[in-house]
């Protein structure tokens, strides 16, 4: 394949999702120092448990580790995950990634499947909610979830700091290549 095979869209689609890879990966890591109902999730997993998330064919992916109610930021590749969540394709992804639907509808219109055990994407995909009400913005939480989490001065304060810290270790992270 040569790169007048690969199209424009289809160059800045990528770049679009591995940039919202990385920032997922990054807020995950910041929700979890900042947020007691997701500390408090991440208790329950397996210490040292990593999943992946990340685009079929060819990725880009992530990985994070868990442990002790706290999260790690492995950075983009699949660093040998207990589960991993893989879109389909990179449509099914950029759907989910620029909030235009959100993860059930994601999950029952089998855009994603997952790689290992299913019990366990199921505590993946309820951290995975939590971080994202940080990141998207509010008319995007309303539309895209089944049951919005309450507005409250406290999640506005995390999400504050969430914002505070993803620009820097956004900018920080994709120049080393995340």
């Excluded at 089998?110 to 994202?132: D, P, Y």
Aim: with cysteine; glycine share 6%; charged share 20%.
């Amino acid at each position: 394949m040569n790169f007048s095979d690969i199209s424009v869209s289809h160059l800045a689609k990528s770049a679009v999702a591995s940039s919202a890879l990385v920032a997922v990966g990054v807020a995950f890591e910041l929700a979890a120092r900042y947020d007691p109902e997701l500390r408090e999730e991440l208790s329950r997993w397996r210490n040292g448990e990593v999943f992946s998330m990340g685009i079929l064919p060819k990725g880009p992916y992530i990985s994070i580790r868990c442990a002790n109610g706290e999260a790690q930021y492995l950075g983009l590749g699949m660093r040998d995950p207990d589960v991993a969540i893989l879109f389909k394709n990179l449509d099914a992804a950029m759907l989910v990634f620029t909030g235009q639907i959100g993860t059930h509808t994601a999950a029952a219109e089998k855009r994603f499947i997952i790689r290992g055990n299913i019990s366990e994407s199921m505590k993946i995909a309820r951290a995975l909610s939590i971080v994202q009400a940080y990141v998207f913005p509010r008319f995007i939480v309303m539309k895209t979830y089944k049951k919005p989490p309450a507005v409250s001065a406290q999640r506005l304060w995390i999400k504050a700091k969430i914002y505070a810290g993803l620009t820097p270790a956004l900018l920080t992270k994709i120049a080393r290549r995340a």
